[in-house]
């Protein structure tokens, strides 16, 4: 079993940023791909980006390419979400995951969720 539990959402301003982590326990947090997904309210939840197990392959959504950046340290079991230039099509709850496998995009392929964290950009 993996527990997540991610910090760091708030209120900001369209063109502004925000850091999300996402702190795993339980099992080897290293042998786990994480990704990052959001959900807005009346919308399917929906992928944003996804990392290794090492952190040497990224994945992103189009919508957010170039914008927002995932990275992650094993030492700390963590993995974290720099979101740059924010839109208000951004606001959503953002949920880390976690899955054995690394490359998969689907909510369907991740066994293990955060509770989430509410993120709002005002415009």
């Known amino acids: 079993q993996v527990q997540l539990v991610e910090s760091g959402g708030g209120l900001v301003q369209a063109g502004g940023s925000l850091r999300l982590s996402c702190a795993a326990s339980g099992r080897t947090f290293s042998g786990y791909a994480a990704a990052w997904f959001r959900q807005a309210p009346g919308k399917e939840r929906e992928f944003v980006t996804s990392i290794s197990q090492t952190g040497s392959n990224t994945y992103y959504a189009d919508s957010v390419k170039g914008r927002f950046a995932i990275s992650r340290d094993n030492a700390k079991n963590s993995v974290y979400l720099e979101m740059d230039s924010l839109k208000p099509e951004d606001t959503a709850v953002y949920y880390c995951?976690?899955?054995?496998?690394?490359?998969?995009?689907?909510?369907?392929?991740?066994?293990?969720w955060g509770q989430g964290t509410q993120v709002t950009v005002s415009s």
């Open positions: 995951a976690a899955a054995l496998v690394y490359g998969i995009s689907s909510a369907q392929g991740y066994a293990y």
